[in-house]
């Protein structure tokens, strides 16, 4: 199992670029998540899917993030325009049905905006 | 608002010495708490706990629950230079169980 797999490791953009993370899941885990860490405030929830429908969106920051799953295998996090503000680490876990281990995350885009 | 805190912030320990690390909870829906280790990368996982007074122990780490306190303790005995890390606890919530509210996390560095 190759586990949740990220891309890009890193990335560095400059202020007001379109920024895209992408994940992809364990195979035969239905949900997802999208998280943000930094000093200041640690790990938050930004979105996450069941079943590829998001359920819950309330710690998107604002307008500027978005976030897509297209399909079982395949999620998008989406800034645009980017601020350096956003500069941060951005993980993508997935977690199975009745799974009694938690979440499996990804090793993360270290974003930096400039 | 549903919150989750780590105590100490951070701690400084030798090789050798006992280490405990404390995690309460304030959540409307609980089911489960877990603890992850992260060290330069990713969070792994440790234990979920869903009952309380059940020690889970996994070698030098150990960790129990008590729901009517609502925290948790994450004990590592005979600490070695590995054990550094960020200790994360996170409560698991609401009628999926899906959604994880992270604490702030416990730095601990072990010197030789």
């Known amino acids: 199992d190759a586990g949740v797999i990220q891309s890009p490791r890193h990335e560095v953009t400059e202020m007001g670029q379109e920024v895209t993370l992408r994940c992809k899941p364990i195979?035969?885990?239905?949900?997802l998540f999208w998280y943000r860490q930094t000093m200041m405030r640690g790990l938050e929830l930004l979105i996450y899917?069941?079943?590829?429908?998001?359920?819950?969106d309330s710690g998107m920051p604002e307008d500027r993030f978005s976030a897509k799953m297209p399909n079982a295998s395949f999620s998008t996090l989406k800034i645009q325009p980017s601020e350096p503000r956003d500069s941060a680490v951005y993980f993508c876990a997935s977690s199975g049905q009745g799974s009694g281990y938690g979440y499996t995350f990804g090793s993360g885009t270290r974003l930096t905006v400039v | 608002e549903d919150k989750v805190v780590q105590s100490p912030l951070s701690l400084v320990v030798h090789e050798g010495d006992t280490v405990t690390l404390n995690c309460s909870y304030e959540v409307t829906n609980f089911r489960s708490l877990l603890w992850y280790k992260q060290e330069k990368k990713a969070p792994t996982f440790l234990f979920m706990l869903t009952s309380s007074g059940i020690e889970k122990k996994s070698g030098r780490l150990s960790s129990i629950l008590d729901k009517k306190e609502l925290f948790s303790i994450l004990n590592i005995t005979a600490t070695q230079t590995g054990d550094s890390a960020v200790y994360l606890c996170?409560?698991?919530?609401?009628?999926?169980?899906?959604?994880?509210?992270f604490g702030g996390g416990t730095r601990v560095l072990v010197k030789p």
């Open positions: 899917f069941n079943n590829n429908v998001p359920i819950d």
């Open positions: 996170a409560v698991s919530e609401g009628a999926a169980g899906n959604k994880l509210t």
């Open positions: 195979s035969g885990h239905n949900s």
